[in-house]
């Protein structure tokens, strides 16, 4: 870290120097001397300046182009993986050749139309059963923007594998299938399509791109009725989750297994009533969250390994990260120092907000770090707490469960995954003003809004969500469902204090 010494203002060494020099000393070379030793002084000050004044410049030298991160989620089979593929495919990502691979791969396999999705599913496992079961990472270019493609699993056995993926995402394609029986079934409760429209949400994916596949299957064949179909089942509901539908939410008709209106805009002699954008358009044209690359550092991690010291990966959050920055790896406390920075596989000199990066670390080992960790600044470092209060909403609770007071499930907040008990219930708040509702409150039901305690066996890093959303917001799931949604609202006093 920065010793505040050295981040004196230069200017009174050049008076000091001038004070001297009017007081008798004539000599001019030595003066000339003198002015050099404050020059080079003034530079290694300027080497070790604080990022926050440095890094603004730095980002745009090491990225002109903006970033965002893209999850594909959506009902099994929908088409996600595919849709991915051909992205990578058709923005110069894969070449002929391995297309060609693929092809007579997922042939033997009898599964012709598998081919473009073994470009996302990578393992064995995955093209055996023609099921996405981890996060898919790959990386594209358009001519304004470079794209991270996080391809979540879409089957209901990988749910908590897809949150990972969505919560470092800014914005969500949305997979839904126009083949007939296919759309119903992931819409239908205990689909996917709902359930991960409901998640996406919840973990700040505010934009959504919804994308109707498989439009040129025979049965659909780029028919509007079909079309405008799905398009009106879906409003209603991705209003009640909470998203803004003429703001937030886009529809287009695609076909990604053949990559029809995903590059270029569909031929009207295909499909004469579509006059929307394409896929890469309508990506290129979303906003960019605004991002803080002078907070606090936050960098949730995901994952770690070994690899000539230890590398953790993760999206930042917050602040920016460069080579030889000192860093605590929170909640253990141990001091860290950053080695190396990768950014897309290459290696950056300084990473910002929203990039998803690999940091190589000494002072730490790999078997100390586990997922959910958070990469933090000293100066500020996160919050470490094993309860706190937080505001949920019930979404659906299993069979004949009442939600009170020592009810137990899995919180998932960013890259945490851990066991929770309800300890107390405050209070519930009326949906109509929001307030709370005065009496006491001992258990409540479906669509509940409360106030609650809840306490977790470890110490989790986690921020209040109105001063740091994307590490305050969280899931409850329960056997596999998820049950509730919530934003943290307030920490222990002792939380900073023990972090200090």
Known sequence: MLNTKDAQPEEPKLDKMEEEGLCGRHNAEHVKEEEAEVMDKMEEVREKEPVSVQIEDELMEENEKRHLNVVFIGHVDAGKSTTGGQILFLSGQVDDRTIQKYEKEAKDKSRESWYMAYIMDTNEEERVKGKTVEVGRAHFETETTRFTILDAPGHKSYVPNMISGASQADVGVLVISARKGEFETGYERGGQTREHVQLAKTLGVSKLLVVVNKMDEPTVNWSKARYDEIEGKMIPFLRSSGYNVKKDVLFLPISGLVGSNMKTRIDKSVCPWWDGPCLFEALDAVEVPPRDPRGPFRLP????????????????????????????????????????????????????????????????????????????????????????????????????????????????????????????????????????????????????????????????????????????????????????????????????????
């Open 301 to 500: 991690i995901i994952d770690k390994f070994k690899d000539m010291g230890t590398v953790v990966m993760g999206k930042i959050e917050s602040g920016s990260v460069r080579d030889g920055d000192a860093l605590l790896v929170m909640p253990n406390k141990s001091q860290v120092k950053v080695i190396a920075v990768y950014c897309d596989e290459n290696k950056v000199r300084v990473a910002g907000p929203g990039e998803n990066v690999r940091i190589r670390l000494s002072g730490v080992e790999e078997e100390d770090i586990l997922s959910g960790f958070v990469l933090s600044s000293i100066a500020r470092p996160v919050p470490a707490v094993s309860e706190f209060v937080a505001q949920l909403q019930i979404l659906e609770l299993l069979d004949n469960a009442i939600f009170t007071a020592g009810y137990k499930a899995v919180l998932h907040i960013h890259s945490v995954v851990e066991e929770c008990e309800i300890v107390e219930l405050l209070h519930q708040i009326d949906p109509k003003t929001k307030k709370p509702i005065k009496r006491k409150v001992l258990f409540v039901k479906n669509g509940a809004v409360v106030v609650c305690r809840i306490q977790v066996n470890n110490l989790i890093c986690i921020e209040k969500f109105t001063e740091f959303a994307q590490l305050g917001r969280f899931t409850l799931r329960t056997e596999g469902k998820t049950v509730a949604v919530g934003k943290v609202t307030d920490l222990p006093a002792l939380a900073s204090s023990s972090t200090a």
